[in-house]
């Protein structure tokens, strides 16, 4: 068989038949051997009997999710390529002919119908998906992962199914979306697009759709695929602070242009971005402990680390700190307690213990998730 066109359906009995058709109508004709599924996550309002009145075939999926209800229906696709669209009327499906044939004659791994480059009706999507949901994350696909892209979010895309089982996609939610695009991207697959569109939602009852929750969902599954920018970055932060911090405490302030530089606020800034770098690095090691992504040898090593050589490496780290607590206290002893004139120094060090402290903090939580996730703890 040449195509599958997948429907998830969730409770559509209002308007599946409506899709339904307007597939069908799309593919009559076209000498394209062709089957409709109906991939139901647990429907209650007849949406399964009114599918095979509809003549499409029922395939039910227990695991509840948008991404598990597709992945359900191209696991039981009998068809080389897979369509899939959401059953609430508004995606254009009378496109489903020309994306179809878009992927085959490009020989793309990926065909996606844009809403952006298409046809939007007054109110079919809402101004913050239009201008910044859908653009940024697209944005930042594009970016991170090279993309070409116009609509990361659409639900309505033909798939070539032996690259997509190549593909390991895991996600059960509306992150799917997403991971299908970064994963073909990572596979270096062709990817092409449909000029397509969108009309009003025609259910009556409300989405199964939730802005913040799902966009935020959407965004850290893109973060979490790229842990190598928060690695670089982190890194490079923590080193150019700490080389610019050392050398505002010997040089003292200095002034460049109409700039006073390396003074009290130069130093106190350095410690904020010092300390965020620490944390954004930590948060890739965390990334790279959950992923098999590829990582620098600083990275490798702390991350390979035996709890012996943990042992003494905190050991090491929390002793550091605890000298440097321990000097200042001397110091202020020595004084009688007194006023201490040494914000610049407090500053330098401050840098370089809350760094430490948090690398030793780090350390003991990317080892326990380790453990945690290897079964070992």
Not at 352 to 373: A, E, K, P, T
């Amino acid at each position: 068989m040449d195509l599958t066109f997948v429907f998830p359906c969730l409770n559509e009995a209002e308007t599946l038949p409506e899709c339904i058709g307007e597939v069908s109508s799309s593919l009559e004709g076209s000498g394209i051997s062709w089957e409709i599924v109906v991939a139901d996550n647990g429907s209650s309002d007849g949406s399964a009997a009114i599918a095979v009145g509809a003549g499409a075939r029922v395939v039910p999926v227990s695991e509840r999710g948008y991404g598990a209800a597709i992945r359900g229906g191209i696991a039981a696709a009998e068809g080389d390529y897979v369509i899939f669209a959401d059953a609430d009327g508004s995606y254009r499906l009378e496109d489903t002919r020309a994306l179809y044939q878009r992927c085959v004659q490009a020989g793309a791994d990926m065909a996606v119908a844009s809403r952006m480059t298409g046809q939007i009706e007054p109110g079919a999507m809402p101004f913050l998906h239009r201008y910044l949901g859908t653009p940024v994350l697209t944005g930042i696909i594009d970016v991170l992962f090279r993309g070409r892209l116009s609509d990361c979010n659409s639900g309505f895309r033909c798939l070539r199914k032996a690259a997509f089982d190549e593909w390991g996609i895991r996600a059960t939610g509306m992150e799917f979306a997403s991971e299908l695009l970064i994963a073909a991207l990572k596979h270096r697959s062709t990817i092409v697009e449909v000029p397509s569109g969108l009309r009003r939602d025609r259910r009556s009852r409300q989405p199964h759709l939730r802005t913040w929750r799902d966009g935020m969902r959407h965004l850290l599954f893109i973060l979490s695929e790229r842990p190598q920018l928060f690695e670089w970055m982190g890194i490079l932060a923590v080193l150019l602070t700490s080389l610019l911090h050392a050398l505002a405490f010997f040089m003292g302030p200095r002034q460049v242009l109409i700039f006073n530089v390396f003074d009290y606020h130069t130093q106190a800034l350095l410690l904020v971005v010092g300390c965020a770098g620490t944390q954004i690095y930590l948060f890739s090691c965390y990334l790279f402990s959950a992923g098999s992504e590829r990582c620098t040898v600083l990275t490798r090593r702390i991350l390979a680390l035996d709890e012996g050589h943990l042992f003494f490496l905190l050991v090491g780290l929390f002793a550091i700190e605890a000298l440097g607590a321990l000097g200042v206290v001397i110091k202020w002893m020595q004084a009688d307690f007194a006023h201490l004139d040494m914000v610049r120094f407090m500053l330098l060090a401050t840098h370089f213990m809350c760094v430490i402290g948090f690398v030793g903090v780090g350390l003991l939580g990317v080892h326990v998730l380790r453990n945690r996730l290897t079964g070992r703890g």
